[in-house]
């Protein structure tokens, strides 16, 4: 089965499904060998570990250059955080075709304004992009996808404005009729109210996708309870490489030596496991002459 049919199995599943964020080929590999069914390729996460800001500051072919090695890396569906299509119609639907070449299994796109502000940073209100002109760049990454099971998803950013379920509806129920194939909504709240809201007034059959970063306490029954189609885990392997990678440097800065953080770490033949070097060195027997294979000491 392909990767959009994967995809679009997950948002079409009578059951909860999740997905979780990855930011490069190593984290998208250890993502599937976790179990996940999909990945999201997180903006936040693929900006942060570039080192700049989640502001479209890394250009789209940056990351169109992430997603293909995290593309090859796995067999499970990648879903892009794909902003707000990094300009107006005509970026979005060039980004479609050039995610369908790199086999992504979906984007996902905000109605925000280029270059995008990430909704959790309190800098006031973060203006909405038009609905009619969002709903346009919609309908020409529908039309301009080859894969039939190619997957758009809308992401309403509403509530992260300061607006009201009425506008959040609005918003979603046009989008669902420009042709998304589901809707993400977002909230920054603390709690679940929002998403519980807008839950109950939702009448469609097309599937909602939720981001609970901010209201992570929420037990996740509430939200299979509610008719949630699938849980995003958004950032979380970044965050935690950041911790790690903090500590054991400071660590190392400080002892000035690697005894107290060895046995800590992931072990080197790890690395080499995740990499497949042994199916290197299987390829190497099969393809090279003996003169020329590559020796075990040079690694």
């Known amino acids: 089965m392909n990767k959009s049919t994967q995809l679009k199995r997950i948002f079409q599943s009578q059951s909860t499904e999740y997905l979780m964020e990855a930011h490069n080929g190593l984290s998208a590999k250890i993502v599937e ?20 800001r989640d502001s479209n500051e890394a250009s789209w072919t940056q990351v169109l250059d992430v997603l293909e090695f995290m593309s090859d890396a796995t067999k499970i569906p990648i879903l892009l955080d794909g902003d707000t299509g990094y300009g107006n119609f005509n970026n979005a639907r060039r980004l479609v075709k ?5 086999n992504i299994a979906g984007v996902c796109i905000e109605d925000k304004l ?20 969002f709903c346009g760049k919609i309908k020409s990454m529908k039309d301009t996808q080859a894969d039939e099971d190619f997957t758009v998803v809308a992401r309403v950013e509403a509530f992260i404005a300061g607006f ?52 992570y306490s929420t037990p996740t029954s509430l939200f299979k ?6 849980i995003i885990w958004a950032n979380h392997n970044l965050r935690a490489s950041i911790d790690a990678m903090q500590t054991i440097s400071r660590t190392i800065y400080q ?45």
């Open 33 to 52: 060998e976790a179990g996940f069914k999909g990945i999201w390729a997180s903006g936040l996460s693929i900006s942060s570990s570039m080192g700049v």
């Open 98 to 102: 050039k995610l369908e070449q790199r």
């Open 114 to 133: 280029f270059p995008k502000t990430n909704s959790f940073i309190d800098n006031g209100p973060q203006p909405l992009a038009d609905i009619d002109e």
């Open 164 to 215: 009201g379920l009425e506008e959040t509806l609005r918003r979603a129920e046009a989008y669902e009729r420009a042709g998304a194939d589901a809707i993400l909504v977002h909230s920054k709240r603390q709690d679940a109210s929002e998403i519980e809201l807008f839950m109950n007034a939702w009448k469609s059959k097309t599937p909602i996708i939720i981001v609970p970063t901010k209201y």
């Open 225 to 230: 309870e509610l008719g949630v189609s699938t």
């Open 255 to 299: 002892d000035e030596n690697l005894l107290a953080v060895e046995n800590t770490v992931a072990t080197v033949e790890e690395i080499f496991r995740i990499q497949q070097v042994e199916e290197l060195k299987t390829a190497e027997n099969k393809y090279l002459p003996k003169s020329q294979k590559v020796r075990d000491d040079t690694l």
